[in-house]
């Protein structure tokens, strides 16, 4: 499993992408990116052994059985002439663009109705699924973010509000995310279903056999991980101009004295 990697990767893609949105409050920029990190793990819901089918207990259990039941049989009635002989489970139907996408539109309505409680329970289960992967310090660093935007921030509740909808987009993304992922990865991801492609329903893209990666070996954790976790520092509001006016700085001719 990918699981801490589908999460870093969450979050520098909420991070690059909020900004695009129109996103300017720091705090709400962490809630984006912070959501996208935990919905990166979320397609994984489709195998009993991943954290997201554990995170809930017996509800995301029985959750993760329903979506396997429902993935078999969609492959079942769809799979072209080419497409392997295979159950239909893990990384079928909660590896697509149309989920991704369906649950984005989910979420964009649950949270305009709902407003900011639905907003922040979402953001919660993000950080939830987020930590799972990436360790323990997560939670409570979320956690005091929060406290200290509550109190910078009076506001915080409208601040909420203006993310409802735009979080169907950080969710989305963390599903697309998840799956370009995988992709690299030996076995591919069926991302374009239900487009047939080569006599396959379910055709997994993946690079040439020279660039594809092992889950769990040296290139994931000694190249993709380390990388993606400097760009998640760098990323982080004020980071990245800081960065470069300090090298800048450093590398500037002194001016000479009058």
């Known amino acids: 499993m990918m699981g801490r990697t589908h999460a870093l990767t ?11 949105l129109g996103i300017g409050s720091v705090y ?3 809630a984006f990116a912070a959501t996208t990190a935990g919905f990166a793990l979320l397609p994984d819901l489709d195998h009993p052994g991943a954290k997201a089918s554990r995170l809930l ?6 959750v993760s059985w329903l979506l396997r039941r429902a993935s078999a049989a969609l492959y079942a009635v769809t799979k072209g ?5 295979r159950t239909g489970t893990h990384r079928h139907l909660s590896h697509t663009v149309l989920f991704a996408v369906g649950l984005g539109f989910a979420t964009h309505a649950g949270t305009k109705a709902g407003g900011a409680w639905v907003v922040a329970a979402i953001v919660l289960l993000g950080l939830l699924l987020a930590d799972a992967c990436l360790g323990d310090w997560l939670l409570p660093v979320g956690c005091a973010a929060v406290v200290v935007w509550v109190y910078k921030a009076p506001d915080v509740v409208a601040q909420l509000d203006a ?10 993304l963390g599903c697309v995310v998840h799956c370009l992922g995988d992709a690299i990865t030996e076995s591919g991801c069926p991302f374009l279903f239900p487009i047939p492609i080569a006599g396959e329903t379910w055709y997994e893209l993946r690079p040439p056999k020279v660039l594809r990666i092992r889950t769990g070996r040296r290139v994931e954790n000694l190249v993709v991980f380390p990388a993606f976790a400097v760009l998640a520092v760098l990323l982080l509001p004020g980071v990245w101009a800081f960065t470069v006016a300090t090298i800048g700085g450093v590398f500037d001719s002194p001016t000479a004295s009058p």
């Open 57 to 62: 207990g017996p509800f995301s259990r029985a």
């Open 28 to 30: 709400q920029v962490l």
């Open 163 to 172: 993310l409802a909808g735009l979080l169907g987009v950080a969710v989305a």
């Open 10 to 20: 969450g979050w520098c893609a909420g991070l690059a992408a909020a900004p695009l």
């Open 81 to 85: 002439p080419r497409d392997e002989k």
